[in-house]
Each structure stands twice: as C-alpha cells, then as structure tokens.
C-alpha cells in the first residue's frame, strides 16, 4: 500500500472503505494537465524567489513534463490509495526525479492547488464552449437566411395568436444563445483568478510571488484573501447556474422542435440522423434528439441546487465537502457541450415545411389585432375596438369563416367605423409587413435582425 503523504502522525493504515469513500481519483484525474501546469508553474516561482535552485526547479519540471507524456499515452498507473491527482503526480515525480521531488510542495498546500486546478480547468473548457454556441447561433443563422420569407403563426399559451416570420422566431433564440455567451464571457474574469499561494488557509511564510506563478498560467489577477482563495466555490456555482440557463433555452427549442415535428403540426422533418426508430412500431421517427436535451436540462439544473446545497453551510475555510465540487461540474460540462452540439447538427440538417407553416395561418383569425389597430385609426378607442373586434370574431365563427371572408356589412354590425380598406389589414402578409416596430417581425426588420446577427458570427 502506498504511504501517505500526510501519513507522519497517523500509526498504522487507512481503513480499506475509508480509502474508497474520500478517493477523488476516479474523477479528478481529468485535471491532470492542470495539476502538471499549476506544479510547473509553481516550482518556476519557486526558483525564482530563491525558495529552491534552479537546476531542482529544472528537473521537477522536466520530470512533470514526463509525466504528462505518460498520462496522454495511457501509460500512468493510477494508484487509488494515493486519493486524488495531485497526490497521484507527485508520487510519480519522487519516484522519477527522486528527494527533489519533495521540495514541490513547499509554499503550497492540496487546498490552493486543487482550487487552481479547476480554475484553469473550467476557464479552458468556457473557451470550448463559447465556440461551440458559435457554431450553434451559425447554424441557426444560416437556416433563418434559407427560409428568411417564410410566415407561421406566432403563439401564445400555445395558442395561434399573430403570424410571424420563421426567421424572426428563429432569431429570438439566438437572442437567448448570445446573452449565454455574455454570460460565459463575463464569468472568465472572475474565474481567472490564481488562488496559488494561499496554501491551506493562511498564506504561508516563504516569501513567494503569487503574480509570478498567475502571469506563468495565463491568469491576470491574484485572490486578496487567503481564506476565500482555498474555499472559494462562487465561480462554479456561477458557472452551473449559466449552463442551466443554457439548458433550458436549448429545452424550449427542443420542445417547440418536438412539437413542431409531430403529425399535428408537422412544421419541420427531423433529420434521420437525429431521431431514432420503435422497436415495436415500424412507422415511428422519434424526437429523442430533442427529448434527451430536455430530460437532461433537469439534471443541470439538479447539480446547481446541489452544490448550492453542499456549499451552503461550511465554515470557512476548506472542508472535504468540497470534493463534491467535480463530479457535477464534469457532468455538467460534458452535458451542456454534447448538447450545444448536437442542436447545432439537428438545425443545420432541419428540413422545413413552409405549405404547413401556411395551411396553419388560417383557423385562429391570426390578424384580429390588426382589425383592431385599424379601428384605432379610424378614431375608436382601443378597449372599444378590442370589444368590437371580439364581437365580429364570435360572429365569425358561428358563420365558419375567416375575418376577411365576411362581408363589409356583416363586420359593420359590430364595426360600424369599418370601410372596405380594412380588408387590406386583414392580409396575413400585410399583418406581418406592418409590424415595422423596433424588434417586429416585419421583413426588413427581420432581414436587418439577421444582418447583425451574421456580421457577429462573420458569416
């Protein structure tokens, strides 16, 4: 059994169900290359101040780099009784570069290093997947031109209620994926703050220079404070909450594709590479796509409460609870990217089906509103041209007809300030054309939304 690093007080050894209960090792070996870079980083600092010679700093470098050779080949053997990555590399680097590799751990404790750690960790991967929501907000781009003057009905409660372009309806979720990536963006600053130097809690009395071992790292700025600096979980609850948002923006495309790709509505044609068969019913194309993105937003959005959870009552400063830090946030993350990208190949493969989109224009007198607004310019009061316009709709549909089926006379019955250009109004692409309001659905305000939205993306 291999001896503990902080065995020297302990006599005799660690129970077998104690070692297998605390061991982080099965999860956070993922952090290999931050663990080597932050040591790296480290023993340079550490030369540098005088704290250790620089040729011990070379070869602890050296050795580590080895190291990493050893863990991308596959080659490393992971020692369960060693608990966690940083205990893992170390040993490994005494074994190779022998007492020198002892002196790595001066100035530095498991508790700043494993907080390093999954900061460099969690900034790396933010930067994967703000490309990745890149390549979604194309995607969704690049269909919104293909189909820029196709009209559907815009809903409400799930109810017909105005048409609208499908290029405008697809631009309000890249509205959502856009203030993801703010959101993304703005947590890198506080996320890119080296807490190496802080040792357990208190600092420690070498005399190091923690901005020499952030500006090795790539990071701009140091913690202020040692206590919060070792246990400090902010950034990663910040970062969970943002991937639940995420989710769930890619859950309510997910459920209007789901919906929209059913018999009932039959909008869009799922591509046969993202939905799947029966294994009963041999006519069925499944959404599970779409569905799993669903299902999964509830198991984001579940790591969130529970790190809120376990975070929420510890003392300062670090607490083994912490642990429990990296489980959700590699779920998370590998969550959150495979569904970022599967969405982007779903949309980039989405066959539409406009004569569907336009059968379901008729049925829900979808310009009411307009037949309203129109009454307003003719002088009636807008809560008095919403009660005439409800009148005519009742009739309307006693009769079996669109607004613009009846006749003159029989909308006068309740509109009596109706002339015949209300007719004009009544057009659904007239409906749509006028709604030239900042943010409207009309198409060159559409076509210009997409223009901005292309010259982000450089499309």
Same mark, same amino acid.
């Given at each position: 059994?291999?001896?503990?690093?902080?065995?020297?007080?302990? %006599?005799?050894?660690?129970? %077998?169900? $104690?070692?297998?209960?605390?061991?982080?090792?099965?999860?956070?070996?993922?952090?290999?290359?931050?663990?080597?870079?932050?040591?790296?980083?480290?023993?340079?600092?550490?030369?540098?101040?005088?704290?250790?010679?620089?040729?011990?700093?070379?070869? &602890?470098?050296?050795?580590?780099?080895? &190291?990493?050779?050893?863990?991308?080949?596959?080659?490393?053997?992971?020692?369960?009784?060693?608990?966690? $990555?940083?205990?893992?590399?170390?040993?490994?680097?005494?074994?190779?570069?022998?007492?020198?590799?002892?002196?790595?751990?001066?100035?530095?404790?498991?508790?700043?290093?494993?907080?390093?750690?999954?900061?460099?960790?969690?900034?790396?991967?933010?930067?994967?997947?703000?490309?990745? @929501?890149?390549?979604? *907000?194309?995607?969704?781009? /690049? #269909?919104?031109?293909?189909?820029?003057? $196709?009209?559907?009905?815009?809903?409400?409660?799930?109810?017909?209620?105005?048409?609208? @372009?499908?290029?405008?309806?697809?631009?309000?979720?890249?509205?959502?994926?856009?203030?993801?990536?703010?959101?993304?963006?703005?947590?890198?600053?506080?996320?890119?703050?080296?807490?190496?130097?802080?040792?357990?809690?208190?600092?420690?009395?070498?005399?190091?220079?923690?901005?020499?071992?952030?500006?090795?790292?790539? !990071?701009?700025?140091? !913690? *202020?404070?040692?206590?919060?600096?070792?246990?400090? /979980?902010?950034?990663? #609850?910040? !970062?969970?909450?943002?991937?639940?948002?995420?989710?769930?923006?890619?859950?309510?495309?997910?459920?209007?594709? &789901? &919906?929209?790709?059913?018999?009932?509505?039959?909008?869009?044609?799922?591509?046969?590479?993202?939905?799947?068969?029966?294994?009963?019913?041999?006519?069925?194309?499944?959404?599970?796509?779409?569905?799993?993105?669903?299902?999964?937003?509830?198991? $984001?959005?579940?790591?969130?409460?529970? @790190?809120?959870?376990?975070?929420?009552?510890?003392?300062?400063?670090?607490?083994?609870?912490?642990?429990?830090?990296?489980?959700?946030?590699?779920?998370?993350?590998?969550?959150?990217?495979?569904?970022?990208?599967?969405?982007?190949?779903?949309?980039?493969?989405?066959?539409?089906?406009?004569?569907?989109?336009?059968?379901?224009?008729?049925?829900?007198?979808?310009?009411?509103?307009?037949?309203?607004?129109?009454?307003?310019?003719?002088?009636?009061?807008?809560?008095?041209?919403?009660?005439?316009?409800?009148?005519?709709?009742?009739?309307?549909?006693?009769?079996?007809?669109?607004?613009?089926?009846?006749?003159?006379?029989?909308?006068?019955?309740?509109?009596?300030?109706?002339?015949?250009?209300?007719?004009?109004?009544?057009?659904?692409?007239?409906?749509?054309?006028?709604?030239?309001?900042?943010?409207?659905?009309?198409?060159?305000?559409?076509?210009?939304?997409?223009?901005?939205?292309?010259?982000? #993306?450089?499309?």
């Amino acid at each position: 059994m291999a001896k503990k690093p902080w065995g020297g007080r302990f %006599q005799g050894g660690t129970e %077998q169900e $104690v070692e297998a209960f605390t061991s982080s090792l099965d999860f956070d070996q993922r952090l290999f290359p931050q663990d080597i870079a932050g040591s790296q980083a480290h023993a340079r600092m550490l030369a540098r101040q005088g704290i250790i010679a620089p040729e011990e700093a070379e070869a &602890i470098v050296r050795g580590l780099e080895e &190291i990493r050779g050893e863990m991308e080949a596959g080659e490393f053997s992971w020692d369960p009784a060693l608990e966690d $990555v940083h205990m893992a590399v170390e040993s490994r680097l005494i074994a190779k570069i022998g007492e020198v590799g002892r002196k790595l751990h001066t100035a530095r404790s498991r508790n700043d290093q494993v907080a390093l750690d999954v900061r460099l960790f969690l900034a790396g991967e933010i930067e994967g997947l703000l490309g990745d @929501l890149t390549d979604l *907000r194309r995607a969704g781009a /690049r #269909l919104a031109r293909r189909h820029l003057g $196709v009209l559907m009905p815009g809903y409400t409660h799930l109810q017909r209620a105005q048409p609208i @372009l499908f290029s405008h309806h697809l631009l309000a979720h890249d509205e959502m994926w856009r203030r993801d990536q703010a959101r993304l963006t703005e947590s890198l600053a506080r996320i890119r703050v080296s807490p190496l130097g802080a040792a357990a809690l208190a600092g420690t009395t070498f005399p190091i220079d923690p901005q020499f071992s952030a500006s090795q790292l790539g !990071f701009p700025e140091v !913690f *202020r404070n040692s206590l919060d600096a070792v246990s400090d /979980r902010d950034f990663l #609850l910040e !970062f969970l909450a943002h991937s639940s948002i995420m989710m769930v923006h890619l859950s309510r495309l997910a459920e209007e594709l &789901i &919906i929209w790709s059913s018999s009932e509505f039959a909008f869009v044609d799922l591509p046969d590479a993202y939905a799947t068969g029966s294994s009963i019913m041999p006519q069925k194309k499944n959404p599970d796509v779409p569905e799993l993105v669903r299902g999964k937003c509830g198991r $984001v959005c579940g790591h969130l409460l529970g @790190l809120l959870m376990t975070v929420k009552g510890l003392p300062l400063a670090y607490n083994r609870d912490l642990q429990e830090d990296k489980e959700p946030l590699f779920d998370t993350l590998d969550t959150v990217k495979a569904a970022v990208r599967l969405m982007t190949g779903l949309l980039g493969n989405l066959k539409i089906r406009p004569e569907r989109m336009a059968a379901a224009l008729h049925g829900g007198f979808l310009t009411a509103t307009d037949m309203a607004d129109y009454l307003v310019t003719k002088g009636v009061p807008f809560r008095t041209a919403h009660e005439q316009v409800g009148q005519t709709v009742q009739y309307a549909e006693t009769q079996k007809k669109e607004l613009w089926e009846l006749t003159l006379e029989e909308i006068r019955r309740f509109a009596p300030q109706a002339d015949a250009d209300l007719f004009e109004w009544l057009k659904i692409e007239n409906s749509v054309a006028r709604r030239t309001s900042p943010g409207g659905t009309a198409p060159a305000r559409v076509a210009a939304a997409l223009a901005r939205v292309e010259e982000e #993306l450089s499309l």
